[in-house]
Nanobody
Framework: QVQLVESGGGWAQAGGSLRLSCVAS????????MGWYRQAPGKQREWVTT???????DYADSVKGRFTISRDNAKNTVYLLMNNLKPEDTAVYYC???????????WGPGTQVTVSS
């Protein structure tokens, strides 16, 4: 089992910045990719960004150039630096990790990000 705990959410004004963290514990040796998803009120959960075990990154077009994902494998932590925030970034942000063993997929409980105009 892998346990995930997100932190760093909160409130920001448009144009501001926030940094999210997600700390993994448990069978962390099995973690492969790490990433972030978000779910806005009344909308489906959507993918935001992913980072591979080797550090390769990928971003949704809506956040490209504004958000940066990184990971510290020694601390079993993935970060999401969010710059130039927009009101449409308001959502609950979820950390997700894929593992090399069953059940292959874990989600954190989520952290709220609210951006006001």
């Amino acid at each position: 089992q892998v346990q995930l705990v997100e932190s760093g959410g909160g409130w920001a004004q448009a144009g501001g910045s926030l940094r999210l963290s997600c700390v993994a514990s448990g069978r962390t040796f099995s973690i492969n990719t790490m990433g972030w998803y978000r779910q806005a009120p009344g909308k489906q959960r959507e993918w935001v960004t992913t980072i591979s075990s080797g550090g390769s990154t990928d971003y949704a077009d809506s956040v490209k150039g504004r958000f940066t994902i990184s990971r510290d494998n020694a601390k079993n932590t993935v970060y999401l630096l969010m710059n130039n925030l927009k009101p449409e970034d308001t959502a609950v942000y979820y950390c997700r990790v894929r593992t090399l063993e069953y059940p292959y997929n874990y989600w954190g409980p989520g952290t709220q990000v609210t951006v006001s105009s």
